[in-house]
């Protein structure tokens, strides 16, 4: 089978770290260099002629680091993380999703014991929040001591943010799943909310930071709807039926705001 290598138009353009190359060929470049050697050595050479004070100091930085390098220990083959898992989250993820998991689940038992909100469901009430929660904390700048790196990767961009949140999703809609059963809510009435939350999480944090986004939407929520329903025992707007057709239409606007400002995650700005 014939391998597609780079064009060294777009090759040299990239070591020459050009704005002009269109971010759809900055992406496919940067995931065939991941797995394409010949292209990574083009690479290489295209930085030591067309940008030699790159290649001068990546020389003195990995001569710095070798000798060190060469003296830390190796970890046991068993306790590393398969690196398929790192594509998709980081260890300050896992404590924060097992405190989701836990008060997702949580949710309907207190439901079943008549110590929630009257007739208003737990689960129903807190579904849109809970993701946004293992979403920031998957790109706090506090919370990931490598948010730099992160930042700088190849398709660190909205490539890695959807990564993260599939798998926040992947962990918290399963739960909500069980909850949502366990507690008799229609599935449509929490799942629709639910991804609405998180894509317009998204949206904002390409302007403020996906962190202080999603404090501001739940606290909002807290302020508009949870309050309102602990003081009422009464079903907010927002959480019946009726308004799902408003819920599909936030998470069709997030997803373009997503989608249009792609390029704005890929800055340290989205790690406010």
Request: aromatic share 4%; charged share 15%; net charge positive.
């Amino acid at each position: 089978m014939r391998v597609e290598h780079a064009s060294k138009r777009i090759i040299d353009g990239y070591a020459r770290g050009d704005t002009d190359i269109a971010a759809d060929e900055v992406w496919a470049l940067e995931a065939h260099l991941e797995v394409c050697r010949v292209c990574r050595d083009r690479l290489s050479a295209a930085v030591e002629v067309g940008v030699p004070a790159v290649a001068a100091l990546v020389d003195t930085v990995w001569s710095g680091l070798e000798p060190q390098l060469a003296l830390v220990a190796r970890m046991p083959g068993g306790r590393r993380r398969p690196a398929r898992l790192s594509r998709w989250m980081t260890p300050t993820m896992v404590p924060w999703l097992a405190m989701v998991v836990g008060v997702t689940l949580l949710a309907p038992l207190l439901d079943l014991a008549g110590t929630g909100t009257g007739n208003v469901s737990l689960v129903l009430l807190l579904a849109p929040v809970l993701p946004v929660l293992g979403v920031a904390a998957s790109w706090s700048r506090g919370l990931d001591p490598a948010y730099e790196l992160t930042a700088s990767a190849p398709r660190a961009g909205l490539h890695l943010v959807l990564r993260r949140t599939a798998s926040v999703l992947g962990v918290v809609v399963p739960a909500l799943l069980v909850g949502g059963w366990a507690s008799g809510v229609m599935v449509a009435q929490w799942l629709l909310p639910c991804l609405a939350f998180t894509s317009a999480t998204l949206a904002l944090g390409g302007v403020l930071g996906v962190t202080r986004a999603a404090v501001v939407l739940a606290l909002v929520w807290a302020a508009v709807v949870v309050a309102p329903t602990l003081a009422t025992s009464r079903t907010a707007l927002a959480l019946q039926s009726d308004a799902l057709p408003l819920w599909g239409l936030v998470l069709a606007l997030g997803i373009g705001v997503v989608t249009a400002r792609r390029g704005a995650y890929a800055v340290l700005g989205a790690h406010r």
